[in-house]
């Protein structure tokens, strides 16, 4: 994978996994939520999956947020690991 697009999945792994924490839930529970697999969601956070369209609205709707809020400083997280 090329090192552009490795950022952006870890910088949204990274921005799912503190929005979750900052709910107090737990992997599981967030699949439970935006009704995906746990292992989906271990997955988006530690950046080694590509959600689709309709995952990323599905996450966001189980962080209870809009897909435009969790993504809103998804490039400044991004070039923050320069």
């Keep these: 994978m090329d ?7 870890s910088a949204l792994g990274y921005l799912v996994r503190q929005r979750r924490i900052e709910l107090g839930i737990s992997q599981e529970e967030l699949g439970l939520r935006a009704n995906l697999d746990r292992t ?3 997955g988006v956070e530690r950046g080694v999956r ?3 369209l309709t995952a990323l609205v599905s996450l966001a709707s189980g962080l209870g947020m809009s ?8 490039e400044r997280e991004a070039n923050r690991t320069q």
């Design 67 to 74: 897909v435009s809020v969790l993504l809103e400083h998804l």
């Design 3 to 9: 090192e552009p697009k490795q950022k952006i999945l």
């Design 50 to 52: 590509n959600p689709s």
């Design 40 to 42: 989906y969601i271990s």
